[in-house]
């Protein structure tokens, strides 16, 4: 018994396997560690995103002369829909609704911030279950009274826009989808006190682009660009997004 040991801890054959699964064990390890912080960095950057459209769209509400006109209970409002428009329920395996946190501070700017914490799928083996993540976005108020940004909608004018929806005065998707364009541009770009700064764009795109108008200023001219969409027949999503691109651009 003795001698048998003694060979066995002697024999070196087979090492190479043993070292080849324990390399391949680290190396799966790695890679699901990859995986797990690029999720939380994806989530990150959904997070920021919601937050900044929260906050532009809370701070540019109102007169751009008269910003206490509107209260902080209404922008908040304004900030937690746009959140969980951009943030819905049950988001990228966030389970739930995630609750941003908003604060107004006395007229000159709003922050939104929004965390939750992310649960791994691979790194859990090592005894990390969640990881954090989150964003904020700061915006002032006052920023807007000088503001010169450009507004481009991207419209979908598929088949599909077809199909029966309920809204105030809309009987499909498309009819919904252009009361909701329509009230957008008598928000941005009033008729009756209109920002010269401020300008807005639209893409009606399927197959091919079927509708450009803009970016301008003018109220009449956008609410006449509206009404001209029609369903036509197939999306290309790359299509529509390329040419709001290069309108901004």
């Not at 859990?124 to 990881?131: A, K």
Request: hydrophobic share 45%; net charge neutral; with cysteine.
């Amino acid at each position: 018994m003795r001698s048998f040991l003694k060979r066995f801890l002697n024999d070196t054959q087979g090492s190479i396997l043993m070292l080849v699964g324990f390399a391949m064990l680290f190396l799966v390890g790695i890679g699901g560690a990859a995986i797990d912080l690029g999720q939380q960095a994806l989530l990150n950057a959904k997070f920021r995103h919601a937050a900044d459209a929260a906050a532009t769209s809370a701070a540019s509400f109102g007169s751009a002369d008269n910003y206490s006109a509107v209260s902080p209970t209404l922008r908040h409002s304004i900030a937690q829909r746009y959140f969980s428009l951009n943030f819905p329920s049950n988001f990228m395996g966030i389970s739930g609704e995630v609750i941003p946190s908003i604060v107004i501070n006395d007229d000159e700017s709003i922050t939104v911030s929004a965390s939750h914490p992310m649960s791994t799928a691979f790194v859990r083996v090592f005894g990390i279950s969640g990881l954090p993540a989150g964003g904020s976005s700061t915006v002032g108020l006052a920023a807007f009274s000088v503001s010169d940004y450009d507004v481009v909608i991207v419209a979908d004018e598929s088949s599909s826009q077809m199909k029966s929806a309920s809204c105030a005065g809309g009987s499909s998707r498309m009819e919904c989808m252009k009361i909701a364009l329509t009230a957008m541009a008598n928000q941005i770009i009033p008729a009756s006190n209109p920002n010269p700064n401020v300008r807005m764009g639209l893409i009606g795109y399927s197959g091919q682009i079927t509708n450009k108008w803009g970016p301008t200023s003018n109220n009449i001219d956008a609410v006449n660009a509206i009404s001209q969409l029609r369903p036509v027949h197939q999306n290309f999503d790359h299509t529509g997004m390329a040419a709001g691109a290069s309108m901004i651009l």
